[in-house]
């Protein structure tokens, strides 16, 4: 997302959608909304393959939100970095070291984005795994809710 945005704004294409009667953060939302749509529905499909195999994976809707959470997390990064930095390049540059330093930081958790998927999968949450879950569902919501805030104040 931070790469696609920031080439819109570098290269001025984001203007011909300001002309449609959307507002910027609408913009933000379908573009969003179309890349944090696609992290679940390859892992319902990955998890469609493994049941279709004869795996049972356990808990697979929390799976799925965890998923969800995570790209949503990731996507609004990119995104409020690239509506912040504007040049591709650089926005690009920022966000990688963000996403690295943060699955860095995540691993050295007791519970680690890694373990956390494993427990879900094979039936063995924790009230800690189960409340991490929810930590990351409101991280989401909460980084969603910033970036259509910065988008709404980088409109006017």
């Known amino acids: 997302m931070a790469d696609s945005m920031a080439e819109e704004l570098e290269r001025d294409t984001l203007s011909l959608l300001r002309v449609a009667p959307l507002s910027l953060p609408e913009i933000v939302d379908g573009k969003a909304i179309a890349l944090v749509g696609l992290a679940p529905a390859q892992v319902a499909l990955w998890l469609l393959l493994l049941w279709l195999n004869g795996t049972h994976i356990a808990n697979p809707l929390a799976l799925l939100a965890l998923v969800a959470g995570v790209a949503a997390v990731l996507v609004a990064t990119g995104a409020a970095l690239a509506l912040r930095v504007g040049a591709r390049r650089e926005a690009q540059l920022l966000y990688s070291f963000v996403a690295l330093a943060v699955f860095g930081v995540a691993s050295l958790l007791p519970q680690s984005p890694q ?39 980088a409109e006017t």
């Open 115 to 153: 373990n956390l998927i494993a427990r879900l999968a094979v039936d063995s949450p924790t009230t800690l795994t189960w409340g991490l879950l929810g930590v990351a569902l409101t991280v989401a919501a909460a980084s969603y809710t910033g970036l259509r805030w910065l988008a709404g104040g």
